[in-house]
Nanobody
Framework: QVDVAESGGGSVQAGDSLRLSCAAS????????LSWFRQAAGKEREFVGS??????SYGDSVKGRFTISIDIVNHRMYLQMNSLKLEDTAVYYC????????????????????WGQGTQVTVSS
């Protein structure tokens, strides 16, 4: 079992920044993988970015604006979101898996059996 919990969502204006936090079980940080997904109203859940084996990867829609970082000591993953756009509005989920998946499956929804409850991010003009 891997516990996952997100925090840090809120309402901001376009162009602002926001940082999300994900607390996960310690084992995830030694041999597991963590990812961020998001789901906008009426849309499918979308891959945002991941941390796996010390490497990060990002979805095309957030590359260059979002950055993932890890605090192994405190068992947290962060998602720094800069230059936020209206289309970034969504519920953001942290997901975890252990052991880490193949690199080709890091961004795949079904690779992650453990999910947080989600945190809402709303970007307005």
């Amino acid at each position: 079992q891997v516990d996952v919990a997100e925090s840090g969502g809120g309402s901001v204006q376009a162009g602002d920044s926001l940082r999300l936090s994900c607390a996960a079980s310690p084992r995830t940080f030694s041999g597991g993988a963590l990812s961020w997904f998001r789901q906008a109203a009426g849309k499918e859940r979308e891959f945002v970015g991941s941390w796996s084996g010390g490497s990060t990867s990002y979805g095309d829609s957030v590359k260059g604006r979002f950055t993932i970082s890890i605090d192994i000591v405190n068992h947290r993953m962060y998602l720094q979101m800069n230059s936020l756009k209206l289309e970034d509005t969504a519920v953001y989920y942290c997901a975890a898996t252990f052991p880490r998946p193949l690199p080709s499956r890091v961004g795949v929804l079904s690779s992650y059996p453990y999910w947080g409850q989600g945190t809402q991010v709303t970007v307005s003009s």
